[in-house]
């Protein structure tokens, strides 16, 4: 190389003009040329150069420079450097960095606090330190103070990055006070020496002006893993940056997401306190218990600010994916097991069922058990979850966590449900959730007996021929078809539980009941939840001296056949309801008319068998169905139907599609060529056209 740089000087020499012409010019002008040679310094020349320079001295006499000056330059600065190399290794050394990565927004509110940071790559052969001096400033334009009010990050105290490691400066900027756009760039500098190594990407930040709905995530501190069922204590910081003030009556509050409004933590809200005012910059910190799934998996905790009934507004929280495990649970002395829904743990509950004594009490602890064999009782025990004895809210209230029973997809028995009452008195199912989970076994052996039409395979369960049973504040849900609970015995006990999605109105055959009772004289059907059930969602097959009370029936995304029904199985049951009081009930249809019948009395929209008998109906709802109240094939003059002071609206107008094709329609119908119906001076309008065969 200093061959090639003497070939260099020397052809310079010649007169042909350097790249730094002008500025050589300027130097020449002051004489810094001789300065930069010490006198008594030989210039060097690279040999065969001085027979070339005399050619060019002879040809080129008017513009021949001495050589003694360039030469010399150039050997002094050439000696001088192999010198200085060799004295001195660290002279080797250089300052360098490569930008990495960078973490920022790209719109921010005036004045806004927000934390950011920026990854550079030392790649030089120097160490950065801070007694050295190395920091990061800010750029475009260098050293303004636009996001600190200053043009430094500085690293800590002691600190080291050696050549190769990579620093991420972490800071706090704060939006200027004027809405625009302004640049975000930076670049390593080493103090008093120079600015190295490469930009930062220059980011455009969008500054805005205040808007009266905003906020910003602060901090949040969550567990990343949990158990099932397990309570914990958790918070999460928000500030307001919009202009208006959050308080509790204005219904402000910390709102779930990921999926939006989620109870998957048991709450979906966490509101201000009474009386508490967060302004413009305040900050709130909302500290709330939370409780994990029964069931092991992954789940999401994310959250946002809304003003209920209004707008959600401001920023997400970060998501957490909070990993909840399901621990060994003692069934019973002596079986443990994992219940995390995936093995099945029938044998296991039968085991301990077998091992209670009659009359007693086998609580099994809340988790998720897979069930593939079923679950068979047959002598008097209560079955319930462990420590919700003497709890009158249901499974699917705000902090119940209950044991679930699931069918895994491998179960395909023609048994009649994956749990069976058989045979026997005083059994009490309580505090379960029973899911069919008819999604994961649609295409099984069992999907293809429910579609051939042997519904018995698609129950989720049964109480047959069980007398002073109980079924209380449970959950029956998801049946693949059939019904979720088939009930039969006398003196039984239905109070406060949920039938939810059964079955698939849509698929023929795949249909389900929420609630089929058989037979039951004095029964107790009382405060039930029933939805989106799709054959009927309520029917009784007889039942002297039935109460059926305050049970709420909605259909806001299936079609149902009956929201309510009396009937008698096509002449299998009795059908008698002598002394029955069914009243106090609702059936939502909801705008899409989702039920075929409101309530229906009487087989004959189905079949001609025989009339139900007796039965007082009253006082009861219907909303928004095709057919508000149909009566057909009820009552005989020994035994009539009561029926009156029931409230019908938004029944279809004229007319509508039902599955035996468009019928007329009317709030209250009564076939009075066969059914006797006492109406007890009830004037309310009526048709009096046959539905028979319209199921």
């Not at 320079?53 to 002094?76: C, I, N």
């Not at 900050?283 to 789940?299: D, H, L, R």
């Not at 059964?502 to 939840?529: F, K, M, P």
């Amino acid at each position: 190389m200093l061959n090639w740089l003497f070939k260099q000087d020397v052809h310079f020499a010649s007169g042909q003009t350097r790249p730094d012409d002008a500025r050589d010019g300027r130097r020449r002008r002051r004489g810094s040329l001789q300065e930069a040679h010490p006198a008594g310094v030989p210039a060097r020349r690279d040999p065969g150069s001085a027979s070339r320079l005399r050619e060019q001295s002879e040809v080129e006499a008017p513009r021949k420079v001495p050589m003694s000056r360039h030469g010399s330059r150039f050997l002094v600065f050439a000696t001088t450097l192999l010198l200085c190399l060799a004295a001195s290794p660290s002279a080797l050394a250089a300052d360098s960095a490569i930008f990495v990565s960078q973490s920022l927004p790209t719109v921010l509110t005036t004045g806004e606090v927000r934390t950011v940071s920026v990854t550079m790559q030392n790649n030089g052969t120097t160490p950065w330190t801070t007694a050295g001096g190395y920091k990061l400033g800010t750029h475009n334009p260098m050293d303004n103070t636009l996001w600190l009010g200053t043009t430094r990050v500085y690293m800590n105290p002691d600190e080291v990055v050696a050549p190769g490691a990579s620093r991420t400066f972490t800071f706090n900027i704060t939006a200027p006070a004027s809405a625009g756009t302004y640049n975000f760039q930076w670049r390593m500098v080493h103090e008093g020496i120079a600015w190295f190594g490469g930009l930062s990407t220059n980011v455009a930040i969008t500054v805005r002006a205040p808007v009266p709905y905003d906020s910003q995530f602060v901090s949040q501190s969550v567990p990343t893993s949990l158990g099932a069922g397990q309570t914990a204590s958790v918070s999460v910081t928000m500030k307001n940056i919009g202009t208006n003030v959050w308080t509790a009556a204005s219904n402000y509050s910390l709102g779930a997401q990921n999926p939006q409004d989620n109870s998957t933590w048991g709450l979906g809200r966490v509101n201000l306190a009474p009386g508490e005012a967060i302004a413009q910059n305040g900050q709130k910190t909302f500290t709330f218990a939370i409780t994990a799934p029964p069931t092991a998996g992954t789940y999401n905790f994310q959250w946002k600010m809304l003003q209920e009934g209004y707008i959600w507004f401001g920023a997400l929280s970060p998501n957490v994916a909070i990993s909840v495990t399901q621990p060994p649970v003692t069934l019973c002395p002596g079986v443990v097991v994992t219940a995390d829904g995936t093995t099945d743990l029938g044998p296991a509950i039968q085991s301990c069922i077998n091992a209670t004594p009659s009359g007693g009490t086998l609580d099994i602890p809340a988790g998720t058990y897979g069930i593939a064999t079923q679950v068979l009782i047959t002598q008097p025990i209560t079955l319930r979850t462990q420590g919700l004895a003497g709890s009158t809210a249901n499974c699917e209230a705000p902090g119940v966590t209950c044991a679930v029973l699931k069918a895994l997809p491998t179960f395909n028995a023609n048994v009649g449900g994956f749990l069976a009452v058989q045979s026997t008195h005083d059994v009490n199912l309580d505090h379960l959730i029973l899911d069919g989970n008819r999604a994961a076994r649609l295409g099984t052996p069992a999907a293809s007996q429910c579609a051939s039409g042997n519904n018995f395979s698609g129950f989720n369960a049964r109480m047959s021929d069980c007398t002073a049973c109980r079924f209380t504040h449970n959950v029956s849900k998801n049946a693949l078809c059939g019904t979720a609970l088939e009930f039969r015995g006398h003196d039984g006990t239905l109070i406060n539980n949920v039938f939810r999605s059964n079955g698939q109105n849509a698929t023929s055959n795949l249909w389900a009941d929420g609630l089929t009772i058989h037979y039951s004289d004095r029964v107790t059907v009382t405060g039930n939840t029933f939805v989106d059930n799709s054959d009927v969602a309520l029917i009784l097959g007889g039942g002297r001296y039935a109460v059926v009370t305050n049970n709420a029936i909605s259909q806001p995304g299936q079609v149902v056949f009956a929201g309510l029904m009396l009937d008698n199985f096509n002449g299998g049951t009795s059908g008698d309801f002598t002394g029955a009081v069914v009243t106090g009930n609702t059936i939502d249809c909801t705008s899409a008319r989702n039920c075929h019948f409101g309530i229906n009395l009487g087989p004959h929209a189905w079949y001609q068998s025989t009339n139900i008998l007796g039965g007082d109906v009253h006082g009861n709802v219907v909303a928004s169905a095709r057919q508000g109240i149909n009566v057909d094939g009820a009552g005989t003059s020994a035994s009539p139907l009561v029926l009156y002071g029931n409230t019908v609206s938004n029944a279809a107008p004229g007319s509508a599609s039902f599955l035996c094709g468009s019928h007329s329609t009317s709030p209250l119908n009564i076939n009075t060529a066969d059914s006797v119906v006492n109406r007890n001076g009830d004037t309310a309008p009526m048709t009096a056209f046959p539905w028979h065969g319209c199921p």
